[in-house]
C-alpha cells in the first residue's frame, strides 16, 4: 500500500516537471497583421507576428549559429490556361545572432542592423516589420478589375544554416519552425492598411 502511494507521489512530482517543458517545446510563428503602406516608390509591407523559438534553436544560437528569418508576399493574377503569374512580390530575410563576446543578440538585413541585451527583445522587434525596408516590387501593370491572390508567409531558412545543421534538420521537427501560408483574395486599391488580422480572413 505505501509502495502505491510513494509511487503515485513520485509519477504526479514527474509529470509536474515535465508539463511545464512540453508546453514551451515547440516553436512557433503565428502572423496576426499585414498591411501594406504607399510610399514613393510603390508599396511597403508591414506585418506583426509572434515568433517562439523552442530551445533547441535557443541553444543553436549561443553556439554561435545565426539563425536566417524569411518573410514573402506575392499577389498572383489568375489564369485559366497556365500557372497563376506572379505579378508583385516582396522578400526580407533577417539574420538573427548572439555574440558571446558582447553577450548580446543581433538582427540584421542587407540595409540594417540592432543590437539588443536579451532574446526577448530581439524577438519582438523581429516579429514588427514596420518601418524597414520592405518593398513590394510590381512585375506587370496592376489592373483595377481583376481579383488577385495575395499570400504571405514567414519562416525560418534552413538553407542558410551550416552545413552540419542542415543534415541535423532532416526529419526533425524542432527546425521545421513556419508560419501557415496566408491566402486572400484582394483588388485595387491595395493601400488598404488591414489586409490581415487574425481571424479577419
Do not use: C
Not at 543553436?60 to 499577389?75: D, N
Request: charged letters at 20%.
Amino acid at each position: 500500500m505505501w509502495f502505491a502511494r510513494w509511487m503515485r507521489m513520485i509519477l504526479l512530482l514527474l509529470v509536474t516537471m515535465v508539463l511545464p517543458t512540453v508546453t514551451h517545446a515547440d516553436g512557433s510563428i503565428q502572423i496576426e497583421y499585414v498591411g501594406l503602406d504607399v510610399v514613393e516608390e510603390g508599396y511597403e509591407l508591414n506585418v506583426d507576428a509572434e515568433i517562439i523559438l523552442n530551445p533547441l534553436l535557443e541553444q543553436a544560437l549561443e553556439k554561435g549559429v545565426i539563425l536566417y528569418f524569411r518573410t514573402k508576399f506575392s499577389l498572383f493574377e489568375p489564369r485559366w490556361y497556365w500557372f497563376n503569374k506572379e505579378v508583385a512580390v516582396s522578400k526580407l530575410r533577417i539574420g538573427l545572432r548572439y555574440s558571446e563576446l558582447t553577450r548580446q543578440y543581433q538582427l540584421s538585413s542587407r540595409l540594417w542592423s540592432q543590437n539588443f541585451d536579451t532574446l526577448d527583445e530581439a524577438l519582438e522587434v523581429l516579429s514588427r516589420l514596420r518601418g524597414r525596408p520592405a518593398p513590394v516590387e510590381i512585375n506587370y501593370a496592376l489592373k483595377p478589375s481583376v481579383d488577385y491572390t495575395a499570400t504571405l508567409r514567414m519562416w525560418l531558412d534552413l538553407t542558410r544554416l551550416p552545413k552540419p545543421f542542415q543534415i541535423e534538420t532532416f526529419g526533425s521537427s524542432e527546425w521545421n519552425l513556419t508560419s501557415k501560408t496566408l491566402q486572400w483574395q484582394t483588388r485595387l486599391p491595395l493601400s488598404a492598411r488591414n489586409l490581415y488580422e487574425t481571424g479577419g480572413l
